[in-house]
């Protein structure tokens, strides 16, 4: 019998038990990259995110769940401030919560196992073990929101032009705009998609300004077209997905849309990163591997540059980020919030030609 190290199973790296160390993101990123199960894929994650943000990829952040409410908004803004994240996707709800810190209302822990009923009563509103207030974090917040929309001008506008007029907004209204990611966002060029234009406070708010005659509502077709022209005029792309749902789903719609629907030559993004508590069971996009969104034409290869990990991303985001800020030196923000128009344009020049070309043969 051959001897095991000759095994082509067997030519893995040598497992020993590891101890902690001084307590540094990279040592923790290197003993979890040396153990096993999930840990393994958390510390690929780190570095794949390292290898995105040091090859100058254009990096989108795509933002469901209720973790900024719950004060994860700071590692973003973090992010924004390095340099490491140049365009954003997130749900309504979560950019409508973020101005409730920097307008100083109350947002604090609670408890996910309580008596709802005796809540309600109370006038507290429960997002799992965080808690708001209806009348002073609620109500007072679509109060500020209305002040907001009286400054605006009614006109056809992509949600990211309006998260940036929104940014600006508390930016200058707020006592604690440096607590507003949003806010970060609208300084450092970045813009924020919405996976949806009425799937949230957002959206009623706007609904009820419209009864009295004003239309701000951004539109939805502008909106993917400007985010599909930022995804076409990237040299590369990496996309870093919290959790799945509608913001996974946009921000992975724009390349396919690109080659499938304007008939633009685009092969799909170049790196990718989700961390999910989904499984892939029934089909559902929030447990849809990477693999599978190859065959849509949202990726270009299956079998490199995907990292996708199995864990609640309250857990797993810390140390990715924690990583690349202690690894990666700040990049030069691309201000992409100043160039889309260009962006835009060039989508158009290229559909045009694709369909010139298309109708010609």
């Given at each position: 019998?051959?001897?095991?190290?000759?095994?082509?199973?067997?030519?893995?790296?040598?497992?020993?038990?590891?101890?902690?160390?001084?307590?540094?993101?990279?040592?923790?990123?290197?003993?979890?990259?040396?153990?096993?199960?999930?840990?393994?894929?958390?510390?690929?994650?780190?570095?794949?995110?390292?290898?995105?943000?040091?090859?100058?990829?254009?990096?989108?952040?795509?933002?469901?769940?209720?973790?900024?409410?719950?004060?994860?908004?700071?590692?973003?803004?973090?992010?924004?401030?390095?340099?490491?994240?140049?365009?954003?996707?997130?749900?309504?709800?979560?950019?409508?919560?973020?101005?409730?810190?920097?307008?100083?209302?109350?947002?604090?822990?609670?408890?996910?196992?309580?008596?709802?009923?005796?809540?309600?009563?109370?006038?507290?509103?429960?997002?799992?073990?965080?808690?708001?207030?209806?009348?002073?974090?609620?109500?007072?917040?679509?109060?500020?929101?209305?002040?907001?929309?009286?400054?605006?001008?009614?006109?056809?506008?992509?949600?990211?032009?309006?998260?940036?007029?929104?940014?600006?907004?508390?930016k200058k209204h707020s006592p604690h705009p440096e607590?507003?990611?949003?806010?970060?966002?609208?300084?450092?060029?970045?813009?924020?998609?919405?996976?949806?234009?009425?799937?949230?406070?957002?959206?009623?708010?706007?609904?009820?300004?419209?009864?009295?005659?004003?239309?701000?509502?951004?539109?939805?077709?502008?909106?993917?077209?400007?985010?599909?022209?930022?995804?076409?005029?990237?040299?590369?792309?990496?996309?870093?997905?919290?959790?799945?749902?509608?913001?996974?789903?946009?921000?992975?719609?724009?390349?396919?849309?690109?080659?499938?629907?304007?008939?633009?030559?685009?092969?799909?993004?170049?790196?990718?990163?989700?961390?999910?508590?989904?499984?892939?069971?029934?089909?559902?996009?929030?447990?849809?591997?990477?693999?599978?969104?190859?065959?849509?034409?949202?990726?270009?290869?299956?079998?490199?540059?995907?990292?996708?990990?199995?864990?609640?991303?309250?857990?797993?985001?810390?140390?990715?980020?924690?990583?690349?800020?202690?690894?990666?030196?700040?990049?030069?923000?691309?201000?992409?919030?100043?160039?889309?128009?260009?962006?835009?344009?060039?989508?158009?020049?290229?559909?045009?030609?694709?369909?010139?070309?298309?109708?010609?043969?």
């Amino acid at each position: 019998m051959s001897h095991w190290k000759h095994s082509k199973f067997m030519q893995g790296r040598q497992i020993v038990p590891v101890h902690s160390k001084s307590g540094s993101f990279s040592d923790i990123i290197s003993n979890l990259d040396s153990t096993c199960f999930e840990a393994r894929n958390v510390a690929s994650a780190a570095k794949l995110f390292k290898f995105m943000i040091e090859s100058g990829d254009t990096i989108w952040l795509g933002v469901a769940g209720a973790g900024p409410v719950g004060g994860m908004g700071g590692y973003i803004i973090d992010l924004i401030k390095a340099g490491f994240v140049d365009a954003i996707c997130s749900t309504g709800a979560q950019v409508y919560h973020d101005a409730h810190f920097a307008f100083g209302l109350p947002v604090v822990q609670g408890q996910s196992r309580v008596d709802d009923n005796a809540m309600d009563v109370d006038g507290t509103t429960r997002i799992f073990d965080i808690n708001i207030r209806m009348k002073e974090t609620l109500i007072a917040q679509d109060e500020l929101f209305h002040e907001f929309a009286e400054s605006l001008e009614p006109k056809q506008r992509s949600t990211a032009e309006f998260c940036f007029e929104w940014g600006k907004y508390i930016k200058k209204h707020s006592p604690h705009p440096e607590q507003s990611w949003v806010a970060a966002a609208a300084e450092y060029g970045v813009p924020i998609f919405l996976d949806s234009e009425s799937n949230h406070s957002i959206g009623m708010n706007n609904a009820d300004v419209f009864c009295d005659g004003k239309d701000i509502a951004p539109h939805p077709s502008l909106s993917l077209l400007e985010g599909a022209s930022i995804v076409y005029c990237s040299p590369q792309l990496g996309f870093f997905e919290w959790g799945g749902g509608g913001p996974k789903n946009w921000i992975q719609t724009l390349a396919p849309m690109l080659s499938q629907i304007a008939g633009v030559d685009f092969e799909g993004a170049d790196r990718g990163i989700q961390v999910t508590t989904a499984f892939e069971r029934d089909g559902g996009l929030s447990g849809c591997t990477f693999g599978e969104a190859v065959t849509w034409g949202k990726y270009k290869d299956a079998t490199k540059g995907l990292v996708q990990v199995w864990g609640e991303y309250s857990v797993i985001v810390p140390l990715l980020v924690g990583y690349v800020l202690e690894n990666c030196k700040p990049r030069q923000h691309k201000r992409i919030i100043d160039n889309k128009a260009e962006f835009y344009r060039r989508l158009l020049d290229a559909r045009k030609k694709a369909k010139k070309s298309s109708q010609d043969k």
